[in-house]
């Protein structure tokens, strides 16, 4: 469990009466890319807001960057990056602005060389002192990523980060999730339900179906396992209609 | 730096850049500055007529000596303050709506609170922005009708009517920072915010309308302007008495107005501008003294509603979902 960036016991989450995870148990090796696929209303969502604290369980376990979750919350928090779906800023203020203000929440008390770092990084120069309120879709995303880095996490939560964007904006995030493994050794954890992202980017799938989680394994595992599958969609979709059976 | 400052600097910086809160400051200063400006014009008129009217007495030969009018030059404020009241109070519930319905709306939230911030940083941070704001915006009001009331008015302004118009305006500010907390109060707890404006703006219309103008029905002195007991030429020491007569009247007309606070901010604000006659021959200090119920009451509320934006502006009702 040391080794795991994240560790999750019997994990479970209801709204009221109503259950949205069901005992998870899951282990994501350090300097992996997991990504969690499954259906909208699976429980993807879930998971990554209990992850990141957003939200508190309803019942088991979650150790992230090895710490406990329920009793360090804000050691997690200061370990962990996030970009949720459809990333929102403060639209009066800058790039910079906005950088600054999360960096500084984060610990940072002179973040403007760590964000010159990022923005270059993330190929994001030119448009420091612009509002963000004026930027695209793709541009807040790259915003989005540059403060979910800024104060160098060593894991990155990411909900659906390629909702909305075009092939290139996918292709380039693509790129600077596999870049910020390879070249930070960040472990990337990924929901989404596209499955040719997952293909290309992760190490490592799980399934979450109707709240459980339904396959988890390597990627290499995974073709292995499913040798005359053609595709990760049909592995999906054998795995969901063997649970449905 | 603390994560509550970080939190109040960036509030600070949002709240500078919005154009409707400019507008709305710029607006309540413009209105406060005007009326100052009418009713200097108004006591200009009239201190010349007072000189036109010495000049013709001694131009007549007469050795007869006219009194000078009462010059009160601070109650030309009575406009400013009564805008403040009303207006300000209204502009205070936008602004503390304005910082916690931004975030709920925007889902900025979420990415405020994977960050390790303390337990009321959030709150913390958003009613210091505000009590800042609201710092700035009467410290720059009063300003403003100080310098129209010597400009225009020629007001002879003594260090005691300086202290008298910092107070006053100490009492605004605590008024706007206690309507800001209720709306970001209202707004946190509310699971969406637009609900807990709603109701605010309920409250603003009982505690600054509904009451303030019931309890000024009610009032047997208010039935005639200029006042009944003054028309009718009956002393002091007389109203007194005949107010013994309407003793539980009148107990239950005060009592009403006591629970407002607008109420409290009124009385204590006209007795240190010296509004009410009864005041203006007093030193401050015995303002003061005589007012302390209402300097308390405004203190409790402000008191209240600042408790109550800090603990309802927490993590699980700022992350609850709105649908």
């Not at chain 1, 290499?220 to 040798?227: D, G, I, S």
């Not at chain 2, 400013?80 to 916690?100: D, Q, R, T, W």
């Amino acid at each position: 469990m040391t080794d795991a960036a994240i560790h999750t016991q019997g994990l479970s989450k209801s709204y009221g009466d109503k259950p949205a995870l069901h005992g998870l148990d899951l282990t994501v090796a350090s300097g992996e890319i997991f990504g969690l696929l499954g259906h909208n209303g699976a429980g993807k969502t879930t998971t990554v807001n209990l992850l990141t604290t957003l939200l508190e369980p309803s019942s088991g376990h979650l150790h992230v960057a090895g710490l406990d979750g329920a009793r360090d919350p804000n050691g997690v928090r200061r370990l962990i990056g996030y970009l949720p779906e459809n990333v929102q800023f403060y639209d009066n203020l800058t790039t910079v602005e906005n950088l600054r203000y999360f960096a500084r929440l984060s610990g940072l008390r002179r973040p403007d060389g760590r964000i010159r770092e990022v923005l270059e990084y993330l190929d994001f120069t030119g448009h420091d002192h612009e509002r963000v309120g004026t930027f695209s879709k793709g541009m807040r995303q790259r915003v989005g990523i540059a403060q979910a880095i800024v104060h160098s996490p060593q894991i990155l939560f990411l909900d659906e980060p390629t909702s909305g964007l075009d092939p290139q904006g996918v292709r380039n995030l693509r790129e600077i999730i596999v870049g910020l493994n390879r070249d930070l050794g960040m472990t990337i954890f990924m929901n989404t339900h596209l499955l040719a992202e997952v293909t290309r980017t992760c190490t490592s799938i799980g399934i979450l179906s109707a709240g459980r989680l339904a396959y988890h394994a390597s990627m290499e595992a995974t073709t292995r396992a499913f040798p005359g599958e053609e595709s990760l969609e049909d592995i999906y979709l054998q795995i969901e209609s063997q649970r449905a059976a | 730096m603390t994560s509550t400052l970080v939190v109040a600097r960036k509030e600070l910086l949002d709240l500078r850049r919005s154009r409707l809160l400019i507008v709305l400051l710029g607006f309540l200063a413009v209105a406060a500055t005007v009326s100052v400006l009418v009713q200097a014009a108004q006591l200009r008129v009239s201190i010349d007529q007072y000189h036109q009217y010495v000049a013709a007495l001694r131009a007549s030969g007469s050795t007869l000596t006219a009194a000078p009018p009462p010059l009160f030059p601070l109650q030309l404020l009575r406009g400013s303050v009564e805008y403040i009241e009303v207006i300000g109070a209204l502009f205070a519930i936008v602004a503390g709506y304005g910082v916690v319905a931004k975030e709920k709306q925007r889902a900025t939230i979420e990415l405020l609170f994977t960050r390790p911030v303390g337990r009321h940083a959030v709150a913390g941070g958003k009613i210091l922005a505000l009590a800042t704001a609201w710092l700035v915006a009467v410290g720059g009001i009063m300003v403003a009708v100080t310098v129209a009331l010597v400009l225009v008015g020629n007001a002879p302004l003594q260090p005691v009517d300086l202290a008298r118009l910092a107070l006053t305006g100490a009492a605004a500010w605590l008024y706007l920072v206690l309507w800001s907390c209720a709306a970001m109060g209202m707004a946190s707890m509310a699971r969406r915010p637009t609900t807990g404006l709603i109701i605010v703006l309920v409250l603003w219309l009982v505690v600054v309308l509904v009451v303030p103008q019931i309890g000024d029905t009610m009032d047997p002195d208010n039935q005639v302007p200029g006042g009944l007991f003054k028309s009718l030429q009956i002393t002091t020491a007389d109203e007194h008495t005949v107010m013994a007569h309407v003793a539980a009247y009148d107990a239950v007309r005060n009592g009403l107005e006591l629970s407002s606070v607008t109420k409290h901010v009124e009385r204590l604000t006209f007795a240190l501008l010296g509004i009410k006659d009864m005041f203006n021959q007093l030193p401050v200090a015995q303002v003061l003294t005589k007012t302390l119920a209402n300097s308390l009451s405004l203190l409790a509320g402000s008191a209240l509603a600042t408790g109550f934006a800090v603990l309802s502006t927490t993590r699980r009702t700022l992350l609850r979902r709105q649908s």
